[in-house]
């Protein structure tokens, strides 16, 4: 363990461990932007820039490793000032006016870059605004880039690269023009992107988005943590709900998807529960016309378990077969097989493992 | 699994990746074998198909599909020639060795290159790749599976994996990756005909007697049938009646017309479902079903963690919980099942099974597990989980080597049907699309059936990439359209099986394992004729 | 895994080299009389243009700063927007990642420093300082100014005793200057933008070459005044201050005290690089003026000094810098240990060394470190080494010289700095002892070397030179009044001797005492170069006209040669080669080889005529006393 200080508070640090680690751990807060947990600690934005006693310039606490004896300043006043300076000059790239100052965009509410302008004081920019009218690339299904609310913290990058591993989404034009390749233009189908979308869930700003994030306010939602229903990979996400419909997925940090999701997760987990051919009410099929007709609950049951009673009776409960789903939950699948053994009295019970 | 996911792509050297593509089929895996792969770990891949993980991998074992086993008892061959087995670990963990190092001595890397259509010397280096890392897990999925002779692949492997010792430690072990959700929780919860909850077997006395007890009524005795094993019985009248919660067979299983003639021939047929499925429409009686979003409960993964399903919505008015249907049922059979939550049912769950003995809602909800789910086997409320299996002792105690011979697949290609056919997932859909198909920009991005097929066999038969084509096997014809490339091997064909518009379930072979019943999906013989 | 490639990996990384080098010289050609804002501007949108485009300070920081400075360049920035600047350049010089952004910003803030009259110009002014405007190059960087393309285009023309005319307009020592001149004017040459910079001073030479400076005809003398000037020094200083008050019409005389005159190019300079005859025929030059009265073996005392004060009506002290300094080491009282000036200046008389069968070891890394060892080379020592607390590339001497030195078998042990000497028995040197070194870190620009742990090291050694530097003998004018500091005299910058009111009290002269004593040359900048020493006698004789009363003009009699189009092929530059070491070195003979007639020729077709194209043409264009 290291010793060091953070604001005049004594800490243990472990080696390896970089100054916002420590100082997250101990519940110290240092503002960042472009720094991403196991996505990306590029160090670009320099927000969590932090005085270190013995250096004549500030350091980003993202990329600066604890050593022993260290004393950290996480709010001098140069840092704040400097803080200030490196919010001042995003915003003023930010492309404000093609969203009418926030006014039009999706992530307004929910935008980190003006979580932190308010946080170190910025409420507007004081170098000259950059007037941006770059075209919106928004061919692929689900994603969204817009080049002119892009600070190209790159955090997208390290989403694409670091964690996705699937290196199509790169900056591009580079140096001062820099901004992010993305591959969501007229040619999308002919990349090898993958519409995960983890780079749009890294995004800050409403630069990369999911589009239908424009359906809904943050202020307007909560969130549920549960698994994700396709394969069995097992991904932890938060379905985004707002009144009664599911209108979003996030990833979350689970133990096996270590916060990323794949395009069937994050964009083929819900619709299907909102589709308007959702069946509604049991269906007795008129053995004389061959359609389906509805039925109370009542009378269909009725008629399940008569049936089975008369199968169960006539020919053993062996002439019953009950094949669970495999999609369903461990609480249905064993009352299910239950109901199989005890009720149908059949041997004949599996799932669709094998298909 | 008998490791977890974040050791097989964390901890190990060298991973070999048999018969999977996670890139597509369980793609945040895909995403971090690539880290692993980046991070510096050696990646074996055999496949039949060029996937995308195959220009990652430091060697491709192209190998001819339905031949796995003949591959992985030339790798115990090899490793055996080469002095590369764990003595130590066979000597102390395992019984029986010498018996499959008589059985794979005919394993010979030339033979099994001649089987398997690849490289001996790729075959060597593969197998001291493999054994000299000190971590190395073997992942494989339905490409070893979905075989005649699937359960002597996975035999083959874990004869592998036990040779070599890397077995029971971190970034080791033999790891299937599960296809669905909670296919591994399905399994676990006694939906097979031979096990009850947490594989208590159904023909062990002292079982049928526990859970007789514990449920209150007498259980049948007959020996029970497998789902693949029942649509024959259906057809010959042995089975009459069908209970069906929520799959769709018609498009799912292979030889469809097989398939229908069998839901046809039955007396009474009830489909637990959401939606209207090619299968439903063979149904009687359809119940609304509640999905994931509109219920609390859990899946098991294929690692075998058990995480929590939350209820985000009610879901559509008139629908009930499922739960609460065959409760209902039930007591209208005379069973006095009472309506139990979730979490109470969980907890029934864990008082009969020894593996789910620790597992409850609460406990999964609480800050000590802290979103991380539970591994079983959890015998008790203390008891952390299991993230590796079979350390220090198997359950068996020493570890035994199945035999297992090579058998070459059920139906081989002729002149009538030259091409095998190989059937897999696209990374947008899901199955038979119930939900995935419901997404319009995942249908946008893959949304219709095509075949692969490799640039010599197409260029004999006249289709240029994109042409429509009619692929017909013994069992059925059906329209799709051309991917011309180098992704298969000449006289290898694949097929997605999502797609209605060209299912290729029409075709495939409802051959079945002689052990799992799984059928052939892997191979069938076609022919692709320029439509 | 992807594939290797051999290609590079950005495909014009090689490309841009090609470029580079043209970036560099246009940087090298940077006129003088550029607005510093502006030079800033460009060094800033350089290191905007580096930007890699990670950072915020650097990517987004360094482009709002070039448009704030570029706005400060334009003289339309107020104070408050160069405060916000600074503040900006602070956060960008702290906060960047890399040098890229830090360097860039901290080099604005240090220009915002140096260039402060310029800012403050423009924001308050709203226009440049008045010294700033584009002037010919070489003209300006000759301290001299001698009117160098003027001469060229004379050369050019085949007039080489115009050209000597021309250049003694500025400059008396056109031999000198064409053979040992530091040659400061190639170093902005304007022809540096197409290929390198003209070989000014080989054109020089051989100008001089072909028309002996002691028989081209001087112009006729104005005048006589009836005034009376004294130059105490009869090196370059003190020469040419003579040769141009003479030519105004005063009476000069000129006070030596050594045997001859010439100072430190007679006295400092071995003849290899500059035959004595060749001195003599720009001594004769100067002399052939009329009006000069030389007094050799008449060293100048403070009694004599303030004697000639009152006597003259002007006074030029120019007495350089001559003697050698010491070092502080043990057993520099060896035999065999000398001053590097002493041995020099007895060389200067014709009392040569004989190091036959010696091992030498100098001590320094300059210019006079450099003639010292090539001397003892030429007195037949066995074994010369150089030894030197820096690097090669940290010493002082011109590259050339280091060059002609090691091609002459002489060997540069550097990082070595001396910590004793060792005698034997009989008192005499047999060894430096030194201590090994390391370069560290940069202070005042160089980088300063410390101890390194390393063994000391022994220099077997026989005759020891010492070639750390040179003093100033200015006890006596010191006591006379003059004001220095150092040792060094202080002046005006019209030359104006500084006089020191209690030294003055303190020997009972009034306080109007040395008003009209000038000072110029080595012995008051310190140990410097002949031309430097050339312009302050120009300087000095031109302000002492003009405190006399005059303001004589002087024409030096041939027209400066219409300007030909510039021809923009590139060439190589012509070097002045030197005689075969394994050869030169056994005698004390020219070792330079002048150019031939069509090296010069096309040396001379480079000049691009600066002072006919671009700014030369304009008012203010040119650095000319006419």
Redesign the interface.
Known sequence: MLNITIDGRALEAREGQTVLEAAREAGIHIPTLCYLAERSA?????VC?VDVEGQ???V?ACTTRVVDGMQVQTATE?VL??RR??VD??I??HGLDSTDYCFSCVKNGACELQAVAREVGVSHP???VAQMRKPVLDSNPFLRFDPNLCI?C?RCVGACNNAAGNHVLQ?G??????TIRAPFGPNWDATICESCGNCAQACPTGALVEKRRGLYREWDTHTVRTTCPHCGVGCQLDLVVKGDQIVDVQAADGPSNDGLLCVKGRSGSFDFVNSPDRITTPLVKNPETGEFEPADWDTALDLVARKFAELKEEHGGESIAAFACSRSTNEDIYLFQKMARCAFDSPNVDNCARV | MTNSIKDVCEDSQVILLVGSNPEEAHPVMGMRLRQAVERGAKLIVVDPREIGLAK?A?IHLKLRPGTNVAFANGMVNVLIQKGLVDREFVESRTEGFDELAAMVADYTPERVAEICGIDARDLEAAAEMYATADRAPIVYCLGVVEHSTGTEGVMALSNLALAAGKLGRPGCGINPLRGQNNVQGACDMGAGPADFTGYQKVANPEMRAKFEAAWGVELNQAAGLKATECFPAMIDGRIRGLFLFGEDPVRTDPDTGHVIRALESLDFFVCEELFMTETAKYADVILPGRSYAEKEGTFTNTERRVQRVRKAVDGPAGARLDTEVFADIMRRMGYDQPTLTGAQLMDEVASLTPSYAGISHARLDSAAVAGQGLQWPCTGPDHPGTRIMHEGAFSRGLGGYSLAQYRPSAEQPDEEFPLIMMTGRVLAQYNAQAMTGRTEGLNQIDGTSFIEINDADAAAAGIADGDRVRVSSRRGVIESQARVSGKTNPGEVWMPFHFQDGNANWLTNAALDNISATPEYKVCAVRVEKA | ?TRLSIAPASADDARIGGFLDRQKRRVDAMPPGMCPLAQQLTLLEEG??????????C??????LA?MLRHLVDCQADAAEVE?MR??AE?V?????CAIG?ESANALLEGLDAFAAEVESHVSKHECQRSVGQSVPCETFCPAHVNVPAYIALVAQGDYAGAVQMIRKDNPFPTACGLVCEHPCEQRCRRTLIDAPLNIRGIKEFACEHARADQVPVPKRLPATGRRVAVVGGGPSGLTCAYFAALMGHDVDVFEGRKQLGGMIRYGIPAYRFPRERLDEDIRGILAVGGITVHTESPVDAERMAQLSADYDAVYVAIGAQTGKGLRIDGTDAEGVFSAVDLLGRIGDGDYPDFTGKKVAVIGGGNVAMDCCRTAVRAGAEEVSVVYRRRISDMTALPAEIESAIAEGVEMITLQAPAAIEKDEQGRCCALLTNPQMIGPVKRGRPAPVAADKPQMRIPADIILIAVGQNIVSAPFEEFGMAAEWGEFKADEQLHAQMDAEALAARGADAFAGANVFVGGDCQTGPASAIKAIAAGKVAARNIDHMLGFNHTLDCGVTVPPAQPNDRAAYGRVEVLERPARERKNDFDAVEVPMSTEEAMQECGRCLRCDHFGAGACEGGRIQYA
């Open positions: 590029i160090g670009s934005c320099r820039v004549d310039a500030p980003p140069r000032k400097y300076m490196a000059l995003l003023s790239n004081t170098f000259p190209a790159q900056t034009k580079r140096g001062v023009r820099t | 990652k430091d | 895994m905007a243009l580096q930007t890699c485009g990670k950072c915020v300070p990517r987004d920081g360094l482009p709002q448009g916000r503040a900006l956060m010089r702290d906060t960047s990642d830090y």
